[in-house]
């Protein structure tokens, strides 16, 4: 593990990238579009399988498992990798999201936030000091500072207070993570979709100092139109040299959007959510798999996507398992999503090395316009 943290610029095309983030644990190819695994588990999927897809990191969630078996039980037996079998880069989110999440059941203060546990009402305090402590116990490759992501509909001067809040807790994270060779910390921009109060949380980031910086408090229901805005302009206020992480999406469209617009990196529950409830993701549109037209139909859900679900069983296997309720439904749906996200970004990563970003994306969207896409 002698290789340290960094980001290497292969290629633009207008304003998208293509790059490698180096790791001790191996590299991130970007954009790359990071599988979540909230409770050191991709649900329905062996680790193996996941890398299989193409995934070269995870993300964990350091809210569910501070809980759920605790980052001191995980460090005690080795670390997240170790306990999850999966050798390649981690990413863990600080929680802030999760925990804004639980509205009555929180308590905001300048130290950090308390909260009783979704599971069994037990009281907790996360601060800035204390989602570093645990990041570091779970071994994470990529640790997020902690911030704190107002839920919209939101005033300005509340977003600009949360903001103002969340770059105080920047410093502090900073600071609690001190110098871990071969470990990032990234910070987290706010501002909600006013470009002042992004601008000025940026340059309270890079004032400080981090490996990599986020883009927060988007995909919080402002619709996709809202975050475009800002994706517009927002990643132009970070870094050139730093790779940049859009948190929490997205749909295959808000990802081609988002590269397209200069994010190096994304992360969604998407794929795996969706498999679980007989949704496929494929390069034509939607299928959802429930739907009765399904029940005799022998093709594939994708004929030309190579993944082990559109290889050896047919839309009509796929509905009478999900109908079913057998576990193999959620498997074969999951891989499946996960693979066409995967080959996405590849897709993704050889045209903007290529100069045909734009060429892409018209097709990208020429197919899904002409794609046979259920109601879901």
Known sequence: MAQQFGFRLEATDGRARKGVIQTPRGEIRTPAFMPVGTAAT?????????????????????????????????????????????????????????????????????????????????KHMLSPERSMEIQRLLGSDIVMCFDECPALPATEAEVAASMALSMRWAQRSRDAFGDRPGHALFGIMQ?????????????????????????????VGEGQEAMFGVLDYAPGFLPPDKPRYLMGVGKPDDIVGAVQRGIDMMDCVLPSRSGRTGQAWTRHGQVNIKNARHQDDPRPLDEDCTCPACRGYSRAYL?????????????????????????????????????????????FHAQRAAGDIDPL
């Open 191 to 219: 501002g909600g979709v006013t470009r002042d109060l992004r601008e000025e949380s940026a340059r309270a980031l890079t004032a400080i100092g981090f490996d990599g910086y986020a883009v927060g408090g988007l995909a």
């Open 42 to 122: 991709v649900k329905a999927m062996l680790p193996e399988s996941v890398a299989a897809t193409g995934a070269d990191v995870l993300l964990g969630n350091t809210y569910h498992l501070m809980l759920r078996p605790t980052a001191e039980r995980i460090a005690r037996l080795g670390g997240l990798h170790r306990f999850m079998n999966w050798s390649r880069p981690i990413l863990t989110d600080s929680g802030g999201f999760q925990v804004m999440s639980l509205a009555g059941l929180r308590k905001l203060t300048e130290e950090g936030v308390r909260f009783s546990s979704h599971i069994d009402g037990s």
């Open 319 to 363: 509905h009478h398992v999900f109908k079913a309720q057998e576990m193999i439904s959620g498997m074969l749906l999951t891989w499946h999503n996960l693979h066409y996200f995967q080959e996405l970004m590849q897709g993704l990563r050889a045209a903007i090395a290529e100069g045909r970003l734009a060429a892409f994306v018209a097709d």
